[in-house]
């Protein structure tokens, strides 16, 4: 069974969360992008590989969001001016909302490498764009669209799963497994052979998995690449927390080629913790916030 429904934004920070920008911002980001054209068609989809981001010329965009169980929330409609983009589509990650040509469309298409160059270039422009994508991030967080999880309440599992999602900023939402819900039951009913199959992890793609790790999750949300094995790292930093992540930066900025690993979630201690208060050179502490800027 399906629905819809208009999730209204918060009426404070929306102009910030969708900038319309303007006719001379327009041309100076049209050099990073091509211009393509879509009739009443899907653009991109939950799941899809990274899209980058729209600026629309002409006609509407439609943003939406689902979950497991093929419900659908209008989450924006975007008209020349507006970009489509979240933070994900920097580092090129799966899409995680579906987009929709309503009618005729143009727009200019930037993919993740020229939005990253874009972002640099263009200081100003770009600080304006990276909030929208942060807050546009945070507002599907919220909303809790995305991922399902089924589990009982005090299963173990459950609890590392959703420590993995929420540090890696993944929208999902927990349902307990004895709901009463008709939808819920069904795919209880359907999977679950023995308590040993939760948690349940339900993706609006369609796959479901019964009881996974944090590497089988991340496999799922497309977060493993495929690596070439004939591609040489100068550097390869094991730990993403603030001191791997700078350490990052800062070799990337001298044109070394940089691969971080971490098992869990970028900002390591930081990450997880309200504030890291013994972290050398910062008298004041880190916190949790600015591990995640640090990982952006």
Known sequence: MTSSTWLAPATDRY??????????????????????SWTSERIF??????????VVLRGMIRVSSRDAFGRHAVVSENGPGHFVAEVGQLSGGRCIVDGDAVGDVSAIHIVPEQLRALLIAEAELGERIMRALILRRVAL??????????????????????????????????????????ETACYVAK?????????????????????????????????????????????????AGPAGLA???YAASEGLRVIVLDHNAPGGQAGASARIENFFGFPTGISRACAHRARI
């Open 15 to 36: 102009e910030q969360k969708y900038p319309q920008l303007t006719d001379a911002e327009i041309v100076r980001v049209r050099q990073y992008g091509v211009v393509r």
């Open 45 to 54: 989809e939950v799941g899809s590989p990274g899209f980058g981001m729209c």
């Open 141 to 182: 967080i919220e909303r809790g669209n995305g991922i399902v999880v089924v589990s009982q309440p005090h299963n173990a599992r459950l609890h590392a799963l959703q420590s993995f999602l929420r540090r890696n900023n993944v929208p999902h939402a927990v349902i307990g497994a004895s709901s009463e819900n008709d």
């Open 191 to 239: 999977w679950v052979r023995d308590d040993s199959d939760y948690p349940l992890v339900l993706h609006p793609n369609g796959t479901i998995l019964r009881a996974p790790d944090e590497a089988e999750l991340a496999t799922a949300l497309g977060w493993l690449p495929d690596f070439d094995p004939e591609y040489v790292y100068d550097v390869a930093i094991v730990g």
């Open 247 to 249: 350490t990052a930066v």
